[in-house]
Protein backbone atom coordinates (compact mmCIF):
# COMPACT_ATOMS: atom_id res chain seq x y z
CA UNK A 1 0.00 0.00 0.00
CA UNK A 2 1.46 3.68 -0.82
CA UNK A 3 2.84 5.14 2.39
CA UNK A 4 0.41 8.27 1.70
CA UNK A 5 -2.50 6.49 1.13
CA UNK A 6 -2.21 4.54 4.44
CA UNK A 7 -1.30 7.47 6.12
CA UNK A 8 -4.31 9.45 5.05
CA UNK A 9 -6.80 6.34 6.14
CA UNK A 10 -5.16 6.14 9.23
CA UNK A 11 -5.35 10.09 9.88
CA UNK A 12 -9.51 9.48 8.46
CA UNK A 13 -10.03 6.59 11.05
CA UNK A 14 -8.77 8.70 13.89
CA UNK A 15 -10.98 11.69 12.83
CA UNK A 16 -14.22 9.26 12.34
CA UNK A 17 -13.15 7.42 15.38
CA UNK A 18 -13.08 10.93 17.59
CA UNK A 19 -16.51 11.88 16.08
CA UNK A 20 -18.21 8.99 16.97
CA UNK A 21 -19.05 10.34 20.26
CA UNK A 22 -20.65 13.41 19.00
CA UNK A 23 -22.44 11.36 16.09
CA UNK A 24 -24.00 8.87 18.37
CA UNK A 25 -25.61 11.89 20.81
CA UNK A 26 -26.73 13.43 17.77
CA UNK A 27 -28.62 10.75 16.86
CA UNK A 28 -29.84 9.69 20.62
CA UNK A 29 -30.77 13.61 21.08
CA UNK A 30 -33.07 13.37 17.65
CA UNK A 31 -34.70 10.08 18.55
CA UNK A 32 -35.72 11.86 21.79
CA UNK A 33 -36.83 14.69 20.14
CA UNK A 34 -38.92 13.05 17.36
CA UNK A 35 -40.60 11.01 20.29
CA UNK A 36 -41.53 14.12 21.92
CA UNK A 37 -42.80 16.37 19.14
CA UNK A 38 -45.50 15.41 17.47
CA UNK A 39 -45.08 15.84 13.50
CA UNK A 40 -48.26 18.61 13.86
CA UNK A 41 -45.56 20.60 15.48
CA UNK A 42 -43.41 20.89 12.49
CA UNK A 43 -46.32 21.52 10.24
CA UNK A 44 -47.40 24.70 12.01
CA UNK A 45 -43.96 26.15 11.67
CA UNK A 46 -43.45 25.52 8.28
CA UNK A 47 -45.83 26.41 5.67
CA UNK A 48 -44.84 25.28 2.77
CA UNK A 49 -44.04 28.95 1.88
CA UNK A 50 -40.46 29.05 0.33
CA UNK A 51 -39.66 32.60 1.57
CA UNK A 52 -40.72 31.96 5.00
CA UNK A 53 -39.83 28.70 5.50
CA UNK A 54 -36.22 29.78 4.71
CA UNK A 55 -36.04 32.68 6.58
CA UNK A 56 -37.53 30.16 9.77
CA UNK A 57 -35.21 27.58 8.68
CA UNK A 58 -31.97 30.17 8.79
CA UNK A 59 -33.48 31.75 11.70
CA UNK A 60 -33.18 27.93 13.46
CA UNK A 61 -29.81 27.29 12.34
CA UNK A 62 -28.69 30.79 13.47
CA UNK A 63 -29.58 29.95 16.96
CA UNK A 64 -28.83 26.11 16.92
CA UNK A 65 -25.49 26.16 15.91
CA UNK A 66 -23.43 22.65 15.07
CA UNK A 67 -20.50 21.05 13.42
CA UNK A 68 -20.83 20.20 9.20
CA UNK A 69 -20.42 16.46 10.26
CA UNK A 70 -23.49 15.94 12.12
CA UNK A 71 -25.31 18.34 9.92
CA UNK A 72 -26.17 15.27 7.41
CA UNK A 73 -27.93 13.31 10.44
CA UNK A 74 -29.83 15.91 11.22
CA UNK A 75 -30.60 17.18 7.60
CA UNK A 76 -32.16 13.55 6.83
CA UNK A 77 -34.28 12.99 10.20
CA UNK A 78 -35.64 16.84 9.47
CA UNK A 79 -37.06 15.71 6.14
CA UNK A 80 -38.16 12.91 7.23
CA UNK A 81 -40.72 14.53 9.64
CA UNK A 82 -42.20 16.19 6.18
CA UNK A 83 -40.25 19.56 6.45
CA UNK A 84 -39.27 21.07 3.14
CA UNK A 85 -36.21 20.84 1.25
CA UNK A 86 -35.81 24.37 1.44
CA UNK A 87 -36.24 24.52 5.24
CA UNK A 88 -33.77 21.94 5.89
CA UNK A 89 -30.99 23.55 3.45
CA UNK A 90 -31.49 27.08 4.87
CA UNK A 91 -31.49 25.68 8.66
CA UNK A 92 -28.42 23.47 7.27
CA UNK A 93 -26.45 26.48 6.14
CA UNK A 94 -26.91 28.83 8.49
CA UNK A 95 -26.14 25.62 11.58
CA UNK A 96 -22.44 25.40 10.24
CA UNK A 97 -22.13 29.49 8.95
CA UNK A 98 -23.76 31.55 11.54
CA UNK A 99 -22.57 31.27 15.36
CA UNK A 100 -25.22 33.30 17.64
CA UNK A 101 -23.63 31.03 20.42
CA UNK A 102 -19.57 31.98 19.44
CA UNK A 103 -20.71 35.92 18.78
CA UNK A 104 -19.27 36.87 22.13
CA UNK A 105 -15.92 35.03 21.71
CA UNK A 106 -15.65 36.15 17.38
CA UNK A 107 -16.17 39.77 18.98
CA UNK A 108 -13.62 39.77 21.06
CA UNK A 109 -11.31 37.80 18.47
CA UNK A 110 -11.56 39.31 15.85
CA UNK A 111 -13.69 42.70 16.15
CA UNK A 112 -17.40 43.32 16.93
CA UNK A 113 -18.22 45.09 13.98
CA UNK A 114 -16.83 42.42 11.76
CA UNK A 115 -18.23 39.78 13.77
CA UNK A 116 -21.75 41.05 13.66
CA UNK A 117 -21.70 41.87 9.79
CA UNK A 118 -20.22 38.11 9.03
CA UNK A 119 -23.23 36.63 10.97
CA UNK A 120 -25.98 38.86 9.17
CA UNK A 121 -24.30 38.10 5.80
CA UNK A 122 -24.16 34.50 7.05
CA UNK A 123 -27.59 34.44 8.00
CA UNK A 124 -28.78 36.37 4.61
CA UNK A 125 -26.87 34.27 2.68
CA UNK A 126 -28.20 30.83 4.20
CA UNK A 127 -31.67 32.32 2.40
CA UNK A 128 -30.15 32.80 -0.53
CA UNK A 129 -28.36 29.72 -1.04
CA UNK A 130 -31.28 27.41 0.34
CA UNK A 131 -33.45 29.14 -2.40
CA UNK A 132 -31.07 28.75 -4.99
CA UNK A 133 -30.50 25.20 -4.11
CA UNK A 134 -33.75 23.96 -4.48
CA UNK A 135 -34.83 25.48 -7.53
CA UNK A 136 -31.88 24.14 -9.60
CA UNK A 137 -32.38 21.10 -8.06
CA UNK A 138 -35.88 21.68 -9.39
CA UNK A 139 -34.92 22.20 -12.56
CA UNK A 140 -32.82 19.32 -12.46
CA UNK A 141 -35.35 16.74 -11.25
CA UNK A 142 -37.35 17.95 -14.35
CA UNK A 143 -34.96 17.16 -16.79
CA UNK A 144 -33.99 14.38 -15.46
CA UNK A 145 -37.44 13.01 -15.59
CA UNK A 146 -38.41 14.19 -18.83
CA UNK A 147 -35.03 12.45 -20.20
CA UNK A 148 -36.01 9.29 -18.81
CA UNK A 149 -39.54 9.30 -21.01
CA UNK A 150 -37.21 9.56 -24.07
CA UNK A 151 -37.80 13.11 -24.42
CA UNK A 152 -35.10 15.69 -24.94
CA UNK A 153 -34.89 19.84 -25.29
Known amino acids: ?10 KA ?32 VF ?7 SFIGSALGSILAGNPVTSYILGGELLNQGISLIAVTAFLVAWVTVGLVQLPAESLLLGKKFAILR ?10 V ?17 TQHGIFY
Open 130 to 146: AIITVLIIGVLWKAIKV
Open 119 to 128: NILSFVFAIF
Open 13 to 44: GKALYKSLPVLLSVILLISLINTLVPKSFYTT
Open 1 to 10: MNPKLKQAVV
Open 47 to 53: QKNIFLD
